[in-house]
């Protein structure tokens, strides 16, 4: 991966203002500039940010914002952040990073982290506003003695960025004793020890850094366990403490392919021998009196067992948990078979399925706290989301047994950009999150302008059933009291049409002609004749997209030819329910493609998560959804969004040619191949094509032409540029982001315990069993068959 660096100039103790443009600027506080690269880990950049600010490190908290846009501060919360912000700022020297937390940085509560291999440098710090110049000192090798002069400069993130803007152009000084300086200033302030290169680590007459953290950074397991294998050089040894002592030999018993067993190990002594008896192998330490350092006295470093040791070796719990902390750091999704081979492709251990399985279970609740705890923090959790987005929905439902039931969310920006720019169209679908309580994710998307689907709302439950989705569905109610009917479109296979219908008595509900497509594949049965089983598929999106009835009957006997039982089939899934020429709401037909697809890569990171980072993750992916399609807007000149305009501009080509005569001041005659009646005033053509509230067609179009009208008079609002700007105009803010970490309490107003539900496991999916059952059903070319091919039939010609 690249090295190349950017400058994050960090800022704390100001607050956001926000300006007149709806833009936020950062008043206020310190500001200090660290050098990082794709290669930072972001447990590293928070400790240095803690070191930094002199802030606790579990409750560091930082956001930055997105090119050209100051609106919507985005939050980092793991690696894939870090780096995902490196792809934002890829042609940018600096960016902006606004950090929060509670004051208090103590070194010891960090723990393994805080020797960690780090490449996190120090650029610059900046406490007032006083500029410390440089002067060369000629009689030393290197110094530097500091002169301050009071300047008049903006903030102190603007101090930072002239400053390194001064390095970057020389300002008269000498690489070299730039250079020098740098080292000097991250020597000074840069408390983090590192691990420059293995060679160090060879050298080291105690027991290094690297023996302490599994985290490799940049060194490849082979290096690490070379190092391990020098842990332990004999008698006379020091080691700072026991704990120092015991994790070195453990990673020397593991470098050097042997197992041990203690005789002591108490706080004063530690004596070890090998597990095979009458080995020769023996370790003895003892402490210093008066303090807690170690000394090793003796060390028999012969074994006499031929390596019978390590065919018992089994590593400990505590050692297995970090190793696999390192790896599910760059990979969340890790399978517990490719941790166990990796394991033993680099250090030689053979571990069991369940023990790898148990040790990601402990690895995921250190990195990302209790599964359960989360659930119990839930309200907590809940009233910080609608006070950081006020006029949001968070509601939190739990059983009369205390257990989780539901989780619902619709946030503020979410709701208006639904009500001032989107179709009247919600699609409603479930995902299971495949997570170790079997939750699923309850989606209800829009549509935007440019046909983009838009998140309107979700719910995270304990289960899908009748009893959720109609809760989910009066929570959404709540959430979206629209005057005007809104049309659902939902899997046939749900059963949601009744619940739909009852909830809102005014709407319209559809079955999804994507999953009817899936279910109809899956379905299609021989024998078939004429064009095939290849052509049944384009003749149901036919059929699904035509707008006149004895056009979708034409395609439904296109079917029947084929295949009687596909079109028995398709006949009973109620074509009024997905047909658009006898459908009633808005017409949804062209969208063939998975709604579910987009929450399916935005969940993919956070399944293995907390309850609480999951929906933070779900909330982060919608700022940026927000952030990019903002971005977009920039980029647009005409008054209708892109796609639009497009098809505005083909129907306005194909209404060239065409002939207009004048019934009256509202009705209209079209000649084409065929005579068309256009009605000004409904906003209707006898070509079906144009229906109220929706795009004109080219009929109209030559309309508009022959009587000199504007045809973006006559285009629906929420296809204009400007409402989709009204559509993502709104911010949506992450709750840790702005609190820092969740509490260990509940904090919460809500007294009663939240406890994770009792779901057991879904049964397995069946659709790779059909698919081979129809791959199994051979249909002859000769008779037209079932069971059979050509060759094999028997039928007289």
């Keep these: 991966m690249g090295k190349e660096k950017l400058i994050l100039i960090c800022q704390y103790g100001g607050e956001f203002i926000t300006n007149s443009d709806s833009t936020l600027s950062y008043n206020g506080g310190d500001a200090n500039a660290v050098d990082v690269n794709q290669d930072t880990l972001f447990n590293d950049l928070k400790l ?17 914002f997105l090119p050209n846009n100051r609106q919507i501060p985005v939050g980092l919360a793991n690696d894939k952040d870090l780096k995902r912000m490196f792809d934002f700022h890829a042609n940018s020297v600096s960016v902006d990073v606004f950090v929060t937390g509670k004051e208090g940085f103590d070194p010891e509560a960090c723990g393994e982290i805080i020797d960690r291999k780090s490449e996190i440098k120090l650029a610059d710090v900046v406490e007032t506003a006083i500029v410390s110049l440089p002067v060369i000192d000629h009689d030393a090798e290197v110094a530097f003695e500091a002169s301050q002069i009071e300047v008049d400069v903006g903030t102190p993130a603007d101090t930072v960025k002239k400053r390194r803007r001064g390095l970057v152009l020389g300002n008269g000084v000498d690489n070299d004793l730039k250079k020098a300086k740098r080292r000097k200033l991250t020597f000074r302030k840069n408390k983090t020890r590192l691990i420059k290169d293995a060679a160090e680590v060879n050298d080291h007459d105690s027991s290094s850094d690297i023996f302490l953290d599994v985290g490799f950074g940049d060194l490849n397991p082979e290096t690490v366990v070379g190092a391990w294998k020098n842990c332990i050089t004999g008698e006379g040894q020091e080691f700072k403490n026991v704990r120092e002592l015991r994790d070195a030999l453990q990673r020397y018993a593991i470098a050097n392919h042997f197992a041990y067993k203690l005789k002591k190990n108490d706080a004063a002594r530690l004596s070890a021998v090998c597990v095979i008896a009458g080995c020769s192998w023996k370790f003895y330490a003892t402490v210093v009196p008066s303090s807690e350092i170690f000394v090793v006295k003796k060390l028999d470093d012969y074994h006499t067992c031929n390596g019978e040791s390590w065919k018992a070796a089994h590593p400990a719990k505590k050692w297995l948990v970090s190793m696999i902390k390192e790896r599910l750091r760059s ?20 571990l069991n399925y369940s023990k790898v399985w148990r040790g990601i279970g402990d690895a995921r609740s250190q990195l990302h706290g209790s599964y359960e705890d989360a659930y119990d923090r839930l309200p907590w959790f809940s009233e910080r989301i609608v006070e950081a987005n006020p006029g949001s929905f968070a509601n939190l439902s739990a059983g009369d047994d205390g257990r989780f039931r539901s989780l619902f969310l619709s946030f503020r920006a979410c709701i208006q950009g639904f009500c001032n720019g989107c179709r009247p169209i919600l ?41 959720n989705w109609q809760l989910f569905l009066e929570q959404l109610k709540s959430a979206i009291p629209s005057p005007h009917p809104i049309t659902f479109v939902s899997d046939s296979q749900k059963g949601l049409k009744k619940l739909v219908l009852e909830v809102f008595e005014n709407g319209h509900h559809g079955y999804s002609i994507f999953r009817l497509a899936e279910s109809f594949e899956e379905n299609m049965r021989g024998p078939f004749h004429g064009d095939g089983r290849a052509a049944l598929l384009a003749h149901f999106f036919g059929a699904a997209r035509a707008l006149r009835v ?51 890569k935005w969940t993919e990171e956070a399944r293995e998560l907390p309850i609480i980072q999951k929906v933070e993750v779900l909330t982060s992916k ?89 045809p973006y008079d006559y285009i629906p609002k929420c296809f204009t540029a400007d409402s989709y700007r009204a559509t993502y105009s709104e911010s949506i803010n992450t709750v840790l982001a702005l609190t820092g970490n969740v509490p260990n309490g509940k904090g919460s107003s809500r007294t009663a315990q939240v406890l994770p539900p009792c779901t057991p496991k ?27 091919n050509k060759k094999t039939c028997k039928q007289p010609v």
């Design 762 to 788: 879904p049964p397995a999916e069946k659709k790779k069993l059909r698919k081979r059952e129809l791959q199994r059903a051979v249909c002859c070319s000769r008779c037209h068959g079932v069971g059979h």
């Design 550 to 600: 004895d056009a979708f009957r034409k395609h439904t006997e296109q079917i029947k030819s084929i295949s009687s039982a596909s079109y028995d089939w398709i006949m009973e899934t109620g074509p009024e329910n997905w047909a658009e020429a006898l459908f009633s709401g808005e017409p949804y037909g062209y969208i063939t493609f998975d709604v579910a697809g987009l929450y399916d």
């Design 48 to 64: 240095k940010l803690a070191e930094m600010f002199n802030l606790q490190y579990q409750s560091v908290s930082f956001k930055y």
């Design 331 to 350: 990979s969340p999704n890790h399978k517990p078979k490719d941790i166990a081979n990796a394991i033993f492709q680099d250090f030689g251990v053979k």
């Design 427 to 467: 699609f409603l679908d479930s995902l299971p999150l495949k997570s170790k309580f079997h939750e699923v994710l309850l989606m209800a998307t829009a549509l935007d302008g440019d046909d983009g689907f838009f998140p309107v709302a979700f719910a995270i439950v304990d289960v899908e059933d009748y009893a």
């Design 622 to 710: 919608l700022m940026e959804l927000f952030s990019t399609r903002q971005g977009r807007l920039s980029e647009w000149a005409a008054k209708l969004t892109p796609l639009r305009e497009e098809n505005l501009r083909e129907t306005c080509d194909k209404a060239q040619d065409m002939r207009v005569l004048i019934s009256s001041e509202t009705l209209f005659e079209v000649h084409d191949s065929l005579i068309q009646v256009v009605d000004l005033q409904k906003q209707d053509c006898s070509c079906l094509e144009w229906k109220p509230g929706g795009s004109p067609c080219c009929h109209a179009i030559a309309v508009f032409y022959c009587t000199q009208r504007d």
